[in-house]
């Protein structure tokens, strides 16, 4: 229910005061009156907690990765990683099949973390640190702070007052909680390229600050080929994790007028979620209500293109990136409608969006229909792609945001072994129910009867990609 609505509710009660008259059956009046404040409390509430599902986004986003993390038996202060390019099994939000991840849960409670990120040599990782809230605190490896030289990353709680020795980098951030985001790049996905990016990445060093005298133990849980499912639940579900989030972290000062809707919801600090349970006939309500919210007004951040007369976007307005990397700096700007669209389709979130990565997304075809995978497409990928690493187009189911589940793989790219080029050094690759006849390589997989997705990643984007000079054409059905 929007706010004119509730005013038209108030409205409404206060109209209908006068239309008792003093000799009315008191009873049938105070019955009328006391149903009516019940109606409005509940219709109150739900309003309450849609709101605070869109402005939670990116909180409840990383309570669930954190939660996927301990069902596997991990802990905070571990480090997650992928020995292998995921499999379906990863069902986090937009996640790159192309690369290896390495995940830190950082949990500064007791103390501030290190975490350590080897030299760019025998490979690279392109990465940032974010904080729970996931806004970035700062890029990590050749495109971040460390310039490729490798560094101590000193991760600082809420309010730290220590001296921070030299030799460090100081990230200071506003929760206790956060995590980082690895990527152990891979100029080839051969076996011989994979091992030596696992390798590589295991240099990273992750341990709570003042361990001994030296480097505390890293603790690496491999989480490849077992269900790690952070997926976003549209109804109470949702709210216990908020719950969660809340019990750990402080208020921000941008965030203290939260307080009081939460509450009235059943989420305060030191509780145990009782009234939450009360609650959750409306917030089943209010998570379908924010999911249309949310389905709509991610229709439209594909407008303006990225190119004009395409289709192609990165679905984040400037007010969203620019907020994020200045932990919303601005006195004047909060975006939290949009910032929810974003952390409803995907995770993290990068210093310098453009320095290390870029994405371009889509959800239609050249003639504007949806991607629907039923249907057979190609996307013509023009030569000479403007990467100082590689490229790599990845379908996603259009409902969960999430890989397609039993998908034999998900993406194709430039480090795809065996990918087929033309004559021209140009790329077709292939969406679809079945693979072309003779183009199994350069086939992604899709599943009838599902909407579907596609994100094209730029890994070290260059000039032309940002000048336009290069295009990315849009997806054609295949007629």
Known sequence: ???????????????????????????????????????????????????????????????????????????????????????????????????????????????????????????????????????????????????????????????????????????????????????????????????????????????????????????????YDKLFDSTIPYDSRYFDALSRFVQVEPWLPRDMAMIDPLKSIGIEKDRDGTQLAANKEILNAAGAQAHSLLDLWTEKAYKPAFNEGSHWALPASPAVVQGMASDFAAPDSYPVYGRAVIFSMAYFSAKQLGSGQFYLMTIRDKDGNKLVGDEAYRLHVPANPPIKLYWSATAYDGSTHALIRESRWSNRGSNTPGLQKNADGSVDIYFGPSAPAGKEVNWIPTQPGKPFEVLFRFYGPEKPLFDKTWKLPDIEAMK
Do not use: C
Request: charged residues 15%.
């Open 1 to 223: 229910m929007n706010r004119y609505a509730i005013a038209i509710a108030l409205s409404a009660l206060m109209i209908s005061g006068p239309a008792f008259s003093a000799t009315e059956n008191a009873t049938e009046a105070n019955h009328v009156s006391v149903h009516s404040a019940q109606d409005l409390e509940r219709q109150v509430k739900q309003w309450n907690a849609t709101q605070a599902m869109l402005w939670a986004m990116p909180a409840v986003n990383f309570q669930l990765m954190l939660d996927a993390f301990r069902n596997m038996q991990g802990e905070p202060n571990q480090i997650a990683y992928w020995s292998k390019p995921l499999n379906w099994k990863n069902q986090t939000l937009t996640p790159n099949p192309a690369t290896l991840y390495f995940m830190p849960f950082y949990d500064t409670r007791n103390g501030p973390m290190v975490l350590e990120i080897p030299p760019a040599q025998g490979g690279s990782i392109t990465g940032s640190v974010d904080d729970a809230w996931q806004n970035p605190l700062s890029d990590v490896g050749p495109a971040g702070a460390d310039k490729g030289k490798g560094g101590k990353y000193l991760i600082l709680p809420p309010g730290y007052k220590g001296r921070v020795p030299a030799g460090y980098i100081a990230l200071r951030s506003p929760t206790y909680q956060g995590f980082a985001i690895l990527r152990s790049n891979m100029a080839e996905g051969g076996d011989k390229d994979i091992e030596q990016a696992v390798a590589y990445g295991k240099r990273v060093k992750f341990y709570p600050y003042g361990v001994g005298k030296g480097a505390g133990e890293t603790h690496f849980v491999d989480a």
